[in-house]
DNA sequence: GTAAACCCTCACGCCGGTGGCAGAGTCAAG
DNA sequence: CTTGACTCTGCCACCGGCGTGAGGGTTTAC
C-alpha cells in the first residue's frame, strides 16, 4: 500500500511515517516511481511505535527493541533489550503512580470548585 | 533564596527556571542587586510546573490554571480552567489505560524470553 | 487531456527544554 | 584585596518528533 493509506489506517501523519521510515523503524519497497510501497504488518507495525512513543520510549530505543515489533521472530534478543524492558516497566509503574496522584489532586481541585459554585 | 538554591531544591536546572519565569509561570522578587529571590512555596510550585509539564500540560495551560499552584488563592477559577481539567482527566485516564495494556505486553515478551532461556 | 489528488525530496519552524558563550556584577573566604 | 563561586542579561544552537511549505513528478477520474 501506499504511504496516504498506511498513514489512514494508522492514524499516523504521512510526515511521521516518512520519518520513522527515515529512522529505520519502518522499511518500505520502492516501485519504479520512487513511491513507498507498505505490505500489510506495517499497520501494526506503525501502531506499536506509536504505543511506544507515546509512553517514554525513544525513536533509538525503539530502533534496538525492532525485532520484537513483528510477531515473527519471536526470540533472538540479547541481554541488552531484556534491561531495557526492565528499566521501561519501572519507569511505567512511577508514571502510572504521578498520573494518579495527578488525577487526585485535579478531581479534589474540582470538587472544591463545584461546593464552591454551590455553596453561595 | 537564590536561583541556584531553588534549583538544587527541586532537582530542575538554573536554566528551566528562568525560562518558568520568563514565561510567566513563577514569581521571583529582585534585591538591589537583581538577583532573583524565590520564596520556600516556589519549591513546590517548581515541583507542581515539573508534574504538570511530565504530564501532558503545557506551558501555555500551565499558566492559564497557575491559580491552582498554590494552596493559597482558592477560588476564582473560570470555566474554562474546569474544562481544562475535565479535558484532561479524560487524558490521563486513556494514557493510564494503554501504559498497562503496554506493561502487560512487555511482561508477556519477558515471559517468552525466559522460557525460551530456560527450556533449551 | 486536464484537474485533483497523491507522491517525492529538501529544508525550515515549533516546543520545552538544555547547553554554551560573552561580558559583567556580586558575594564570601582566605 | 584577590580569588572563586555565584548571579545577571542576551544570544545562538541543539535535541526529538514531528508540522508545514516549496517546488516538483505521478496517478487517477472525468
Redesign the interface.
Known amino acids: 500500500m501506499k504511504i496516504g493509506e498506511l498513514a489512514a489506517r494508522t492514524g499516523a501523519s504521512v510526515r511521521s511515517i516518512r520519518h520513522y521510515e527515515e529512522e529505520g523503524l519502518l522499511r518500505a519497497e520502492r516501485g519504479p516511481n520512487r513511491y513507498r510501497d507498505f505490505g500489510e504488518p506495517a499497520v501494526e507495525r506503525v501502531q506499536r511505535i506509536r ?2 512513543l ?2 517514554g520510549f525513544t525513536i533509538d530505543e525503539i530502533r534496538s527493541v525492532a525485532v ?1 515489533l513483528d510477531d515473527t521472530n ?2 533472538s ?1 540479547c541481554a541488552d533489550v ?1 534491561r531495557l ?2 528499566a ?2 519501572a519507569e ?2 512511577a ?2 503512580a ?6 487526585r489532586r ?2 479534589g ?2 470538587g ?2 463545584e461546593r ?1 459554585r454551590t455553596a453561595t
Open positions: 504505543v511506544l507515546r509512553n520484537d519471536l526470540g534478543v531484556v524492558y526492565v521501561k516497566l511505567l509503574d508514571r502510572i504521578e498520573m494518579r496522584a495527578l488525577q485535579i478531581r481541585r474540582l472544591e470548585i464552591q
